[in-house]
């Protein structure tokens, strides 16, 4: 109404969206049910059940499979206007390819997106949250180029089944931490190939992306959908503002969210990359760079495939000089030497220190590099081991916050903000000791019984005042 003068900044501007996400492995269970294949994750955790905590897995987990309408019940009863969830490959396509669908999955994410809209929440889809189909890891997963047509083929069938629908799409979510289950032992299917695997992953994974957004464009634009990939990262502060530290913070951010996001919005890997890989792999007496070259069709293929940016922002760290890491990984070739101040709050993820100024950093250095592309926050949020819900109300107090002094102070344009997560769930190597959730689930509970914590009422109350009706 402009009637009224404007409104303070502590409202986010008309049209600020909210949301929660989840990813399918997480919540979904069901791991085989009704024709699904075997994800990477599934495989991996039955052959190595002491990878997780207390030997979970994601076999059960909340059961979204069959209590979908339990979560989206949750979501509307706090007030989102998004879901951000993700569709697992393998139960739509087992074998990972369009030969045989698997029509009770395809079913399934078809309930969850009526039932969402029927409740008026709208759907933010994911393809890939690191599940991928068994049979395509074994003819080597996103190390062999074969995977871009394969992952186009699949997003194809998604946006043709589902696209009438849903208008938000991530292609990758953090390929980073895809390309660390190559390059690492951390996640599926953790094949520690530290310094080659990432990049060969990485590299294949920013064709893919490239592919699916082109294939998109071509069938599908008439659906108006707006697609991204969720870009992940932690920032560095640099430790003085000596010219050395600073650059050392550039390369922090460089290594990280511009090693996906360079390719898809300026074209090619960060320059800083290319020249610190190819230097590196040159002195280790090889004669090809560990960092892969793209041919200039992938560069414009690649390049200008975002819509928006998503971001998943967690924590931050201090950033120095310094070759730290196992050798070769991305960590040494950064030549950044990363680390946490002692005095930012811990969680129960030692990977995570509470530091909100983190985040209106990473919004900062997005817009000075990529110019003022819609930015969504896709991730953000606060683990505990079930007991602290007051942290995680001022986790997200103070990182919503520095959204909107990164909105009004620094006229950055971000556009809405899904919180991980709405519920409880599967937190990878953590089993179910660490969570995420608004929402409790009793996970000893045949029916999974979901209850509404305190920081649930208090977002559902954070919105109602802070969002700009008018
Ligand atoms: C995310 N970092 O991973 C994942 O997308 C979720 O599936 C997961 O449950 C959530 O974080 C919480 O762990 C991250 O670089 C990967 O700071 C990397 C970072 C943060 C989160």
Redesign the pocket.
């Known amino acids: 109404d402009d009637r009224l003068p404007p409104a303070s900044h502590t409202m986010f501007p008309k049209g600020f969206k909210f949301g929660a996400s989840t ?1 399918a492995y ?1 919540v979904e269970g069901g791991w085989n049910a009704d024709g699904k294949g075997p994800s990477i994750w599934d495989d991996y955790l039955h052959k190595h059940p002491d990878f997780i905590k207390n030997r979970n897995n994601g076999d059960v987990a909340d059961d979204s499979y069959h209590l979908y309408k339990d979560d989206v019940k949750a979501i509307k009863e706090i007030g989102f206007q998004t879901y951000r969830f993700s569709i697992s490959w393998p139960r739509v396509l087992p074998t990972g390819r369009t030969n045989q669908v698997n029509q009770p999955g395809i079913d399934y994410y078809m309930n969850v997106i009526d039932e969402l809209l029927a409740n008026g929440i709208e759907p933010v889809v994911a393809l890939y ?2 599940d991928l189909p068994v049979p395509l890891q074994d003819i080597g997963g996103w190390l062999n180029p074969d995977i871009a047509d394969l992952f186009t083929e699949y997003a194809d069938l998604m946006f043709k089944t589902y696209g009438d629908k849903v208008k938000w799409w991530i292609t990758i ?2 390929a ?2 895809v390309a660390g289950g190559y390059g690492g032992g951390n996640a599926a299917p953790a094949l520690n190939l530290h310094g080659t695997g990432d990049y060969l992953a990485g590299h294949n994974l920013l064709r893919a992306h490239g592919k699916a957004y082109r294939m998109y464009q071509q069938k599908y634009s008439h659906q108006g959908g707006k697609i991204s990939m ?1 870009f ?3 920032p560095c502060f640099p430790t003085t503002q000596s010219p050395e530290d600073i650059a050392a913070a550039d390369r922090c951010f460089q290594f ?1 969210f511009g090693w996906f996001a360079h390719p898809v919005l300026r074209g090619d890997y960060p320059p800083i990359m290319r020249e610190y890989i190819d230097r590196n792999s040159k002195a280790e007496g090889r004669n090809v760079s560990r960092l892969p070259y793209f041919t200039d069709e992938e560069i414009r293929e690649i390049n200008g495939t975002v819509d928006w940016f998503g971001l ?4 931050a760290y201090w950033g120095k000089e310094g070759a730290v890491g196992a050798n070769p990984s991305t960590d040494r070739d950064s030549n950044v030497n990363k680390y946490f101040d002692p005095n930012w709050p811990s969680t129960a ?1 030692s ?2 220190k509470v530091i909100p100024q983190g985040l209106r950093l990473a919004l900062q250095k997005l817009r000075q590099e990529y110019g003022n592309i819609p930015i969504i926050v896709t ?1 953000n ?1 606060y ?1 505990d081991n079930g007991d602290k819900d007051e942290k995680r109300i001022g986790y997200f107090e103070t990182h919503l916050a520095e959204i909107r002094a990164a909105i009004y102070e620094d006229g950055i344009n971000v556009t809405g903000y899904c919180l ?2 709405i519920i409880d ?1 599967f ?2 190597r953590d089993g179910y000791t ?1 969570k ?1 959730g608004l929402v409790e689930v009793d996970f000893d509970s045949p029916n999974k019984t979901r209850t509404l914590k305190k920081s649930a009422y208090w977002f559902q109350n954070y919105m109602a005042m802070h969002k700009l009706i008018q």
């Open positions: 990813a997480q949250h690191w979510n953090e980073q931490s969720a992940c990262g932690a990280s998943n922002y967690y924590t993820s990977w995570l991730e949020g683990p991980w997560s769930n937190e990878w660490v995420f």
